[in-house]
């Protein structure tokens, strides 16, 4: 029953934020025990916690937090499906043990599914090991060992480009330039660029440039793949963003946004949060603010568009709004060991350049 106590208290509203997959299946178990409670109390809260939404989220490729609703019942559905998944593939590699092709199967269900990284590593090392690997094998390894091992990730996406080098050279780029082989990255990003015209690939070729001290050719690139694509709004953030700091140019990227925004029937938030912050940079912070605000509209889970505000607010001397500002910044899950110290500063009317100063620093601008 403790444990119960103690998953009802994490459950309850207003304490629940976020939680691992891990907390999630602690909670699903807890709860499916709790459900056979002889207190009439105690099961009709857990029928009510097993049906209501709760917040929960995980981080997408470009490292940021997405969030999303779901019941625990809805969860606890979840995670059956997967394990009968998985048995399915067990069951696969059992029938046919020498052949790779269920072997990967069960790694990409072991990873995606389960995240379980060393289990699928093991399926992996053990497709490989049974015959002889394809291309796509060695870059699935590859992809396995790019957080952990990016030295054995280079050396599988190297085996792949040689087996195919008109695939996987993004990976391998990616990968080299983590490792500060930025030769290598660029020749790779080249090859894909002549293999796939990709235009991601394109802009991430141009940051990359930047990395390696070439801030003309890397704002070129980014204006070639704006003259491909006016309406792509990934080169038109990341070349506003280097406007606005590395070339220290914030009016010329006020200019190229809002003539990409009036161009773009739906912009995307980040072209309106990326005119904000070069705005801000102006020192025009009513404009800032009023980028902002229609940025969360679209993204009320981007705290650092609550940062931004709270820094205009602060810097225009509306320190109320800026503790508004700031809890919210805080609320949406970023944690910063002195972030209490400058809300206390904001509420007890410190001088507004301080404040500004203050958030400044913890936004690492």
């Given amino acids: 029953m403790m ?5 009802l208290q994490c459950c309850a509203p207003g304490g629940w934020r976020s939680h691992s997959k891990h907390v999630w299946n602690r909670l699903v178990k807890t709860l499916e025990a709790a459900s056979n409670s002889p207190s009439v109390k105690d099961q009709a809260r857990c029928a009510d916690l097993w049906a209501a939404p709760r917040r929960s989220g995980r981080r997408d490729k470009n490292g940021r937090f997405r969030f ?36 990967i199967e069960r790694s ?3 990873f995606v599914a389960h995240w379980d990284l060393r289990g699928a590593l093991d399926d992996a090392n053990a497709a490989i090991k049974v015959g002889r690997a394809s291309d796509r094998t060695w870059a699935y390894r590859g992809s396995l060992y790019s ?12 085996k792949a480009v040689a087996l195919n080098p008109k695939m996987h050279q993004y990976s391998l780029g990616k990968v080299a330039w983590r490792l500060g082989r930025h ?16 235009l991601f690939v394109a802009s991430e070729r141009a940051l990359l440039l930047v990395d390696m001290g070439e801030l003309d050719r890397a704002l070129e690139a980014l204006r070639a793949v704006r003259r491909k694509d ?3 709004p990934y080169a038109a953030v990341k070349l506003a963003g280097l406007l606005t700091f590395q070339a220290n140019r914030p009016g010329a990227a006020v200019t190229m946004l809002s003539k990409f925004i009036a161009a773009t029937e739906d912009p995307a938030w980040t072209a309106l949060y990326h005119r904000g912050v070069a705005q801000r940079r102006r020192s025009k ?7 902002f605000d229609l940025a969360l509209t679209q993204e009320p889970s981007a705290s650092r568009i609550q940062g931004e505000r709270g820094l205009c607010h602060a810097a225009l001397g509306n320190l109320e709004e800026a503790s508004t500002a700031l809890d919210a910044y805080f609320e949406l899950g970023v944690d910063w060991p ?4 400058i809300r206390a500063r904001v509420v007890e009317g410190g001088e507004p350049q301080d404040v500004a100063r203050a958030i400044r620093d913890i936004l690492k601008f």
């Fill in 3 to 7: 444990e119960f106590s103690r998953s």
């Fill in 68 to 103: 999303h609703e779901e019941s625990l019942a809805t969860h606890a559905q979840r995670r059956e499906a997967r394990a009968k998944d998985l048995a399915r593939e067990n069951c696969a590699v059992a029938l046919d043990p020498k052949s790779p092709e269920p072997l």
């Fill in 108 to 110: 990409r269900r072991r």
């Fill in 147 to 158: 957080q952990s091992a990016p030295k054995k990730a280079l050396s599988d996406l190297r």
């Fill in 183 to 198: 030769e290598e990255a660029l020749a790779a990003f080249d090859a894909d660029a002549l293999a796939r015209r990709d």
């Fill in 230 to 232: 006016p309406a792509y």
């Fill in 285 to 291: 912070y009513t404009e800032a603010l009023a980028d």
């Fill in 338 to 341: 002195f972030g209490e110290r």
